[in-house]
């Protein structure tokens, strides 16, 4: 590929889209020519990049001649759609939705865990981890790689900007409902958001799971290369604006102490410990918004299960756990 690959953005004007323009220009990418892409109703306006104004166009299957890359962050609809016609084009797929990551033949990858997976991408296609598998398994993967991970139990915390801007858009509409006395109108949660959680997020599938639980499950065993491991998994919807906290419990092969823990995550790039209880430090999800690292605090021995650890991890959902992956991969192809 070019050393200055021509690279495009679909649905770049969602949440996720405008946070790939900041990590590309913060992380001074090198493109030769930025495309901008997305529905009918945005193309013609336009947005900013390293102060040039770039027009948006509208996405269609023609959209892709000489493109090198294209980072998609729109539906799973759209993915399926649009993404085998920007292959077929020629161009490499970044995709941010869950169409592809289970296809044996598109690589899942976390540029901090498996950077080598990119390089294999026989439909051009590359898969975003689901945010929540990112975060988790930025705390896990130095500790597997230490100890031999068999099995998680795991909470999520998930903050409403992993509904994209309609989340978000709801929970400050329902604050300031609560602040004049106004209805409460619930249009993207089934229950009201705002002094509340709700322990559903995605569909529910058989057997009780939602599908957000089970992509923890079966993308942690593909990315980490372990499909005997083990996960339970309930996710649950919290009155935050942005980044995803991560309750676990992780079983090992060998028994872990918790200062080999500390030194294991240390020593891994993009996460880093934040963990003294006696000063009342362990990370939050103000933390890291807006941030690139995710942060790990709350490292214990575990009282019930042998050779586990419980530990808390949080990581910025729109960032580390969409745009800042998607151009982390796109740095590894280019």
Request: hydrophobic share 40%; glycine share 8%; charged share 20%.
């Amino acid at each position: 590929m070019k050393s200055q690959p021509h690279l495009a953005i679909v649905g770049a004007t969602g949440a996720v889209g405008r946070e790939m323009l900041v990590c590309l220009e913060e992380r001074n990418f090198p493109l030769s020519k930025l495309t901008l892409l997305a529905s009918a109703r945005s193309a013609g306006k336009t947005l900013t990049f390293k102060g040039e104004e770039i027009l948006i166009q509208e996405l269609t299957k023609e959209s892709f001649s000489g493109i090198d890359i294209a980072l998609f962050s729109a539906s799973g609809s759209i993915s399926e759609e649009f993404g085998p016609a920007a292959a077929s084009a020629g161009c490499v797929v970044i995709d941010n939705s869950s169409a592809f990551r289970m296809d044996p033949d598109v690589p899942l990858v976390v540029p901090e865990i498996n950077p080598q997976a990119a390089q294999n991408h026989p439909r051009n296609i590359i898969a975003n981890p689901n945010c929540s598998t990112i975060i988790t398994l930025m705390s896990l993967a130095p500790l597997h790689k230490a100890f031999g991970l068999t099995g998680v139990i795991a909470s999520t915390y998930q903050a409403v900007s992993g509904s994209g801007a309609q989340g978000i858009a709801e929970l400050e509409d329902q604050i300031r409902a609560i602040s004049t006395g106004a209805a409460i109108e619930k249009n993207v949660y089934p229950h009201q958001i705002v002094h509340n959680v709700i322990p559903h997020v995605d569909v529910f599938q058989e057997g009780g799971y939602t599908k957000e639980e089970q992509k923890m499950l079966h993308e942690g065993r593909k990315i980490l290369g372990l499909p005997e491991l083990k996960v339970t998994c309930t996710c649950v919807r919290v009155p935050v604006m942005r980044s995803h906290s991560i309750s676990l419990t992780a079983i090992f092969e060998n028994c872990p102490t918790v200062e080999a823990a500390r030194e294991a995550i240390a020593q891994t790039p993009g996460v880093q410990i934040c963990d003294d209880p006696s000063a009342e430090l362990y990370p939050t999800p103000l933390d890291t918004t807006g941030k690139d690292d995710c942060l790990v605090g709350r490292i214990r021995v575990d009282q019930v299960l042998p050779n586990a650890l419980a530990l808390w991890v949080v990581g910025d959902q729109v960032r580390k756990g969409a745009a800042l992956n998607a151009v982390q991969i796109a740095e590894i192809i280019s």
